[in-house]
């Protein structure tokens, strides 16, 4: 037993360093050794299911669960996995499972909510559960804050902050509740507020970095960049390699007219289209994005946005390289000659995007986006990436020639600003080209109308190891 727990131990290490492979390795090196443990088997099944292998995951999930397994945490990997490949009524029945074995579990009520909003774009269904266990748990503050965050994510911004302010109440002003009352009431437009609850977690926890972000953020709404530089420089002298500090630094010199904005924000320099690669299989590129449009149709099935990210008015997909489709499986060959061409282009350089430059590149995540009529990315940036990039595939056609409808943009901050800070930088999309840009640069889209869909792949990735 010993041993097991050991061998469980580094692969738990190896998880937490973000070195998937070799955790997942050692995870079946433990399964060999206790083939009929359920634990050892959840164990497996979880790893698969982070690094995106949801098939896999599924698998194992299932074997956990034959030798005996009765955990909400199995529950949850396989309503998680199969919430990923679309298989929605298994995802659901699952998320189900677990609320029933942790009826106050809030991230299980989170994904379920999720689930339910992505199939069906309709607020109140998604709340159904979750507004049963806030009833049924009065004084659990942890239902209460995700079902503001429901709130939020299905476009109730007012709601949410109102939600928060509850608990903040309930709460007795914990400093982690007034950091979150902050966010909520920057979403919801009240600046002055979220300034003062900023204030007030910071006053408690002043080197808690969510605090400090939320009082840089608060601190850029009212006009103050000034004092936001000096949060977020002491941040990213903390947290170097984080895309949005870099983001937020260079919003704040921008408000302060610093010549560092342009050396940082050089349009010209780091924003670039390739087309995408023909991999091996196709007899042309040109073959092989039709046959990639085709798989992604099959897949996206949602009907919405999934939480907490940039898409409005469409769906996600995650980990498209993971699934048992061949242009799927083959979509990192694709993009690795605009990745290895961009490289090459910008060459080295002692600002943030050029310093990282290794000559090479490690695929961190790559997911596909359909956007329906009215949709659009708000805008935002990758903290945990390097590049990042935006593969058009099929988008509408402009109407008049300043028509820029369904255009991806730069340079407009995804946090608010006094004053408010325009777009300054428009890309017209281009059937089979990727554009390839640095993950701290601001970016979203142009909505649109009419019946043609918009469909993207976009991917991140990280510098080689050395």
């Known amino acids: 037993m010993g041993k097991l727990n050991d061998l469980n131990e580094q ?16 995870y079946r090196a433990i399964v060999d050794i206790a083939p009929g443990n ?15 292998r949801h098939s896999e995951a599924l698998e194992w999930g299932r074997r956990a669960i034959s030798a005996g397994i009765n955990a909400a945490e199995t529950s949850l990997v396989i309503a998680r996995s199969n919430s990923a490949l679309g298989n929605a009524d298994e995802a659901k029945r699952f998320f189900i499972d677990a609320l029933n074995k942790r009826p106050t579990d809030a991230v299980a009520h989170k994904e379920l909510a999720q689930l339910v909003w992505m199939l069906t774009g309709d607020r109140e269904k998604s709340l159904q559960a979750l507004n049963a266990a806030v009833k049924a748990f009065p004084q659990s503050l942890d239902l209460r804050l995700v079902r503001a ?10 709601g949410e902050y109102e939600e928060v302010l509850a608990a903040l109440k309930a709460g007795g002003g914990h400093p982690q509740l007034q950091m979150a009352a902050a966010n909520s009431a920057l979403a919801a437009g009240k600046h002055a507020q979220a300034r003062a609850h900023a204030e007030a977690a910071a006053a408690a926890l002043p080197n808690d970095p969510g ?6 953020r608060a601190l850029l709404a009212v006009g103050e960049p000034l004092e936001a530089l000096r949060v977020i420089s002491r941040l990213l002298a903390e947290y170097t390699l984080d895309q949005f500090f870099v983001a937020m630094q260079a919003t704040c010199w921008r408000l302060l007219g610093d010549d560092r904005y342009r050396v940082v924000y050089d349009y010209g320099r780091f924003v670039a289209g390739f087309p995408l690669a023909c991999p091996k299989g196709w007899a042309s590129s040109e073959a092989y994005v039709d046959d990639l449009i085709d798989a992604l149709d099959r897949h996206h099935q949602y009907k919405t946005h999934p939480f ?4 409005r008015q469409g769906s996600q997909l995650s980990s498209i390289d993971r699934m048992d489709d061949p242009p799927l499986k083959a979509v990192g060959e694709a993009v690795r000659g605009p990745i290895t061409s961009y490289i090459a282009k910008i060459g080295s350089g002692s600002d943030p995007l050029r310093i990282r430059n290794r000559g090479g590149y490690k695929l961190f995540s790559i997911w596909s986006i359909r956007l329906a009529e009215s949709g659009f990315h708000i805008n935002h940036v990758h903290p945990q990436g ?3 990039s935006a593969s058009h595939l099929r988008f509408p056609e402009p109407k008049s020639a300043d028509d820029r409808s369904g255009w991806l943009t730069f340079g407009e901050p995804g946090v608010p600003t006094m004053p408010k800070l325009e777009a300054e930088h428009f890309v017209r999309p281009q059937k089979g080209v990727m554009v390839v840009f640095p993950s701290y640069m601001w970016h979203g889209t142009v909505p649109f109308s009419g019946e043609t869909t918009r469909l993207t792949i976009a991917a991140d990735s990280t510098p080689a190891a050395i």
């Open 211 to 216: 605090v400090r972000q939320a009082l840089a």
């Open 386 to 388: 390097w590049l990042s």
């Open 11 to 26: 692969a738990n290490a190896l998880k937490a360093a973000g070195r998937m492979d070799e955790a997942i390795a050692a």
């Open 308 to 311: 907490g990210q940039s898409v």
């Open 149 to 158: 965050q429901v709130l939020g994510q299905t476009g109730d911004a007012s």
């Open 38 to 52: 359920a634990v050892v088997l959840h164990n497996l099944a979880a790893a698969l299911g982070d690094a995106g």
